[in-house]
């Protein structure tokens, strides 16, 4: 489990990038913290003839608070969002998920943007930038663009990034102080990745509400955040009609998922939602022998 | 035997000797060993399941650093036949030459001066392949639609055995109730932290073909390279250097090590194969694959009359070295009537072949298996007849006063008292706490249950044992080499490997008892074939039975000895003095007249002049031990697992989880404890996460840690455990083996807690892992199943 023979290159800049990845073509590939790509290079399952490394680019390490939004660099690291490092503008919701993602090696290293081009359907920040309303930033050979993170995958491990292109920075907007967020993932153990999750922002009207770790892109459920628009309390009725919502919110998604995959989903979703009514999953305390 | 603090002796909880070296990452393991020119070496290994090999065309130019079969010189191949009658013999070829039988199997060996240019080179080998259908399911083993995997096959089954004692069909009359299951037990990796490795040179000056080899028993691999190489023992030293876990992955003979071994031999070249974690996930050999049919017979009572079973082993595509592949199968259908006083048994036992790497000994080797299914069915039984599973299992167990027990799997149990170990997990785990629990948790989506099992762990098996297997080595005895040095000190040289288990602590745990002599001024050495006698190895949970019985026989030699000179040099006669404190002393003298070790050891080797006539130079013995009766030593115990299994997403968690166990006189109870918790922890792996998937064609579904899940510190609960103390009358000390057991019951045990909490919902689980989907799929099973009636 050693990498073949690779190129290695540094650019200053955003720009320089761009040109390295014009002129690396198929076989360029962008590193930032390599938490994924670099066991995927040793396992020989990817290749990279020429391996740019984005870490050192300035303009990819902003952390602008803009008033109404956050503008966050793409080479943010994990870490640096889980220790309020960068301004925050989710009411803790961020810092919550970041604080959860792998291990705090993984934390140390492994960046935000990185977690997005990858587009991993299991990665948390695909689910929490879509839940956010967040703006995805990239720039290629063509100039700048963007679009809204909900629209950013296509399938996975496929986003609107052309070959060329690369993901500079992820503008999220301010949550009104009233939001209540509320997020759960099922892993099978302490730092894997998930197998469902399920992020809620509840604020009247503006409810956002996504299944992620899926097939593909994080699922929207609007049915969910109309049904969300008026409680006011979690309720046995309320879980009733939040399961059969979600249920018919997946049919109509189109997504071809398993009877044990909506299940999970739906677990996860109420959960999320009792979140943001301050209920927490129960505790099993110490029932272990003394 | 005392456990008082200041007790270095057998029954002291001393500190491990090894732990610094290993805990400071200052020791040497195969990947820290280098030699002057050494080779990195890469396999070419098979990306397909199965298929006939047409070509191999090896890169222009690159002729000298890639090396097929046919560049090695005569080799044999690795022959691993069971005696049993009707075996159908596999030749395991250290690289394959004219068919591939699993993904992984090594092809070709690729040198470079760093291991990426070796894998460089073995991505440009071009092999053609003719693909054959790949039998990946226990279904296809007999199904003639699959080509055989061997030549001459007539069907994909290794063996196939049967059990009929008693009489089956005028118990089953007997009995009331009748419980029928089928359960699995998938298969596993086996991960141990470091994975296998081989470094292979020339010794010119000895003339010796020097292989380090991360494995358990390098004077058994010495034999074994000899024979495949056509060598004399003499030209051969395996070193086995610090070996970073194993738990039986480095247990066996690998092609990989004939490879090295014989590329050395053919070329002078020195070479280092280190296994990556890939290569030990899909190509080391594999472990458990199991599949039960029970059926069991009962009165009102839940006492077992009789028991039918059929079961089915994946033993994968070779049978591996020295163990032979039924040995899983054999081991099952042995171990199955378990603890329980079973007369009437009717079983048969499939080793069945497959496309997928050979299955081999893993903690616990078969019995995990037959723990599951038989402990899994006494609880159905108890819950069947709504009785208390540890009085069903009480009126089950053979009793104190039967042994030595014959059971109907053919084997001999030598004591015990297994109902006061389930009887004291009872208590400890408390089951008044579930009507507690379950209220509290009434209303959430959590189940909550509680599970037993009990279990048996042979241990430090005999020659009776292995002849009785039918494997191609008997692995009876142990030897030890004891030299005091000229200062006092010991040095004490040992055929068996320590692997972790904390050997070089416990041997000098024994020598104190012997001699008196403190631990830290011990030397425990071991893993090199031009140091120890010969020896078999740490496997099996011998070794501090049959190390620890030839240390403690050679000490006892050597504490004759150093009598004679101690009394001779106090000028008393031998029945005067006793040996401890670190001399020999004159036995009730007040005066404090002493000879110490170092003086006794300075006049044996220094100043023979010092020495009573009849008394030869020197202080070294070889001693060699067996136990007095060659049936194995039988440990035993009860685990209880109390668990909550979440509703909505699957996940299982471990509340609470208690031991009581057995392994007869304890040389150091902090071993022991360490012992059962690792073993714990890889039960809680197969129950719950561990599993290595094929697909149709062939391929291993788990080749990296993103895959194949092990848990991890967040995973494992701290148990609670107790120690039970009968000594066993066949051995030295009593001592029983117990490295196996922690990792025998988890699978039973969480199952059996698991079904408690779903009971109640009408689901069952019976396969391991007891993965999030298995769970919801059982879940959704149950509520079809109530919405059809």
Redesign the interface.
Known sequence: ?????LTYCRPNSVGEAVTELVEGGWNAKLIAGGQSLM?MMN??LVSADRLIDIRKIDALRIRNDEGAQVRIGACITHDEIQRGEIPDPSNGLMPYIASRIAYQAVRNRGTFGGSLSLADPAADWLTTTAALGATIEWEGVGGKSSCLAEDFVLAPYTTRLEPSDLLTSVIIPRLPGSAKWGAYK?C??????A??MAMVIRDGARSRVFLGATDGAPIRLPAVETALKDMTLWSAPAAKTIAATCRADIAASGRDLS??RI??LC??L??AIKMTFGLQE?M?GE???K | MTSSSDNKGIGGSILRLEDQRLLSGRSTFIADIEYPGMWEVAFLRSPVGHADILDIRKPAGCENRVYILSDLGDVLPIRADSQAPGFRRSDYPALANDRVRFVGEPIAICLGR???EA??LA?QIEVDYRELPAVSDLSQSRDPAFPPIHPGWTQNVFLESKIDVGDVESAKKAATLRIEREYKMNRQAIVSLEGRGVVTWRDERTGELVVYSSTQFPHVIRTALAHCLGMKERELRVVAPEVGGSFGVKNNLNPEEIALAALTRQTGKALRWVE???EHLIASPHAREHKYHVVAHADGEGRILALEADIDVDAGAYSVWPWTAPMEAGMAIGFLPGPYAITNYHAVARTCASNKSPIGPYRGVGRPGACFAIERTIEEIAAALNLDPVDVRARNFVKPEQFPWRSAGGKTYDNGRYEDSARKVRD??RPE?LSE?RKK?ED???EIGLGYGTYLEQTAHGTAEWVQRGLPVVFGYEQAAIQMTPDGMLIIDVPIQNHGQGLETTLAQVANTELGIDPAVVTVRHGDTNQAPYGMGTFASRSMVMSGGAVGRGCEMLADKLRKIGAHLLQVSEDKVVLRNGGVEIDGDPSGARATLAEIAAAAYLRPERLPDNVEPGLSVVAAYRTSKDTGAWSYGTHAA?V?VDK????V?I????IAHDCGTIVNPMIVDGQMMGGLAQGIGTAL?EEMPYSDSGQPLAS?F?DY?V??A??V??A?IEHLSNPSPITRYGIKGMGEGGAIPPPAVICNAVNDALRGLGAAINETPI???RV??A??AAQSRKAVS
Do not use: N
Request: proline share 8%.
């Open positions: 489990m050693k990498p073949a023979q066991p396992l020989r099922l099978r153990k302490t730092g894997e990745y197998h469902a009877d044990v299940w999970q677990t996860c109420e959960r129960p099993f029932t272990s022998w | 760093s291991r990426a894998e460089d991505e990556d974690r890939r400890l785990i706490r629990l948790f959430t989506d959590y109390l909550a909505g997403t699957g996940l968690k509340l609470d989880y208690v996460y990296t993103m899940l848990p991890g967040c995973e609960p701290r609670h993965t999030p989907e919801i799929g879940l959704l």
